[in-house]
T-cell receptor
Framework: AQSVTQLGSHVSVSEGALVLLRCNYS??????LFWYVQYPNQGLQLLLK??????LVKGINGFEAEFKKSETSFHLTKPSAHMSDAAEYFC?????????????FGTGTKLQVIP | DVKVTQSSRYLVKRTGEKVFLECVQD?????MFWYRQDPGLGLRLIYF???????EKGDIPEGYSVSREKKERFSLILESASTNQTSMYLC????????????????FGEGSRLTVL
C-alpha cells in the first residue's frame, strides 16, 4: 500500500518569501512522485515530477522539489512567492501494482500569499 | 495541446435523480479515472478504466457506476443521487504501462461541480 502525507492544510507566506510545502510518502516499490497545482474552480495541472535520475527536479513557475529517499520526502519549494502562486497544491505518488497504475494523492495544501 | 473535456462544469440535481458525468480525452490514452474531491480529503478514486469496456473499482465506488464504450470517453453515473454526493468530480487520463516516456502523469479535466438538493 502507498500513502502520501502533506503537512499543513493551509500555509501562508508573504509575497517574496520562501515557499515550502511538505510531502512525505510511503511506497513498497520505487515510486514516481508528482506535485500538481489547482487554481480555483479548475482541474489539476502538473507542476513537476520525479521519475529517476537527478533528485532535484525543476518545474514550472520557478518551483522545484527534491526527492530524498532516506527521508521518504518530496518537499516543494520556491525561493520567492508571487501573488499568482496562491492555489492548492497536491503531492502524489504513482506506482504499478497488479498490472494497474495506482496514483495516491495527499489531502492538499492551500497556499495563501500575503501582499 | 492535450485535452480532457468534462461536459458539464456545474450541475444541480435533486435527490433520487440519475446523473451522468461525461469525460472525453483526445490523447489516445488507455487509462481513464474518475476522482471525487472534497475539502480536507484530497482526491479519492471512484473508478478507473484501463481499456474499452473494462473498469475497476477505486477506493470509494459505492453509489457510482461507470461506462467506457469508446476509448476516448469515460462516463460516471450516479444511479440515484444523494446529498452526500455533492462534490467536485474530476476526470483524468494517462498512458498505459511504464517506460517509453510514460511516468504515470495524469491529465485532468476542469472538473464538474455537482450539487444535489
Amino acid at each position: 500500500a502507498q500513502s502520501v502525507t502533506q503537512l499543513g492544510s493551509h500555509v501562508s507566506v508573504s509575497e517574496g518569501a520562501l515557499v515550502l510545502l511538505r510531502c512525505n510518502y510511503s511506497s513498497s516499490v520505487p515510486p514516481y512522485l508528482f506535485w500538481y497545482v489547482q487554481y480555483p474552480n479548475q482541474g489539476l495541472q502538473l507542476l513537476l515530477k520525479y521519475t529517476t535520475g537527478a533528485t532535484l527536479v525543476k518545474g514550472i513557475n520557478g518551483f522545484e522539489a527534491e526527492f530524498k529517499k532516506s527521508e521518504t520526502s518530496f518537499h516543494l519549494t520556491k525561493p520567492s512567492a508571487h501573488m499568482s502562486d496562491a492555489a492548492e497544491y497536491f503531492c502524489a505518488v504513482s506506482s504499478y501494482s497488479g498490472g494497474y497504475q495506482k496514483v495516491t494523492f495527499g489531502t492538499g495544501t492551500k497556499l495563501q500569499v500575503i501582499p | 495541446d492535450v485535452k480532457v473535456t468534462q461536459s458539464s462544469r456545474y450541475l444541480v440535481k435533486r435527490t433520487g435523480e440519475k446523473v451522468f458525468l461525461e469525460c472525453v480525452q483526445d490523447m489516445d490514452h488507455e487509462n481513464m479515472f474518475w476522482y471525487r474531491q472534497d475539502p480536507g480529503l484530497g482526491l479519492r478514486l471512484i473508478y478507473f478504466s484501463y481499456d474499452v469496456k473494462m473498469k475497476e473499482k477505486g477506493d470509494i465506488p459505492e453509489g457510482y457506476s461507470v461506462s467506457r464504450e469508446k476509448k476516448e470517453r469515460f462516463s460516471l453515473i450516479l444511479e440515484s443521487a444523494s446529498t452526500n454526493q455533492t462534490s467536485m468530480y474530476l476526470c483524468a487520463s494517462s498512458l498505459e504501462g511504464l517506460g517509453h516516456g510514460n511516468t504515470g502523469e495524469l491529465f485532468f479535466g476542469e472538473g464538474s461541480r455537482l450539487t444535489v438538493l
